[in-house]
């Protein structure tokens, strides 16, 4: 008659904790890691410092689609020239890309 059963036998865990079958989550974990907030922080990153880089007379594209030439710019918000004469304002924020020069002419 044995005095240890084999419930309590060495069975690779600690205290109840078994690490083979933790190991999978941290595995998906890091996969997640780098496929999905890793590439997202960094367009963060290029977006915010292309935002911090626009000044007068570059020309860009809007989230909502509107292209024009920067008039003025501000902390927060920037007056956009859509055509002669025609100027709106955007928040800074709203600014998707900055286009090539003499990308307006071309449409």
């Not at 809007?62 to 002669?84: C, D, F, L, M």
Request: hydrophobic fraction near 50%.
């Amino acid at each position: 008659m044995p005095f240890i059963s084999s419930a309590f036998a060495d069975t690779g865990t600690v205290a109840g904790f078994d690490v083979m079958a933790f190991l999978p989550m941290v595995a998906i974990f890091v996969l997640f890691w780098f496929l999905m907030v890793r590439p997202q922080q960094k367009r963060m990153k290029e977006h915010q410092k292309m935002l911090s880089e626009i000044q007068k007379g570059d020309e860009v594209l809007t989230q909502g689609g509107i292209v024009g030439r920067i008039a003025k710019t501000g902390e927060q918000y920037i007056t956009i020239e859509v055509s002669s004469g025609v100027e709106i304002n955007v928040q800074r924020a709203a600014i998707s890309a900055k286009l090539e020069k003499g990308a307006l002419k071309s449409l």
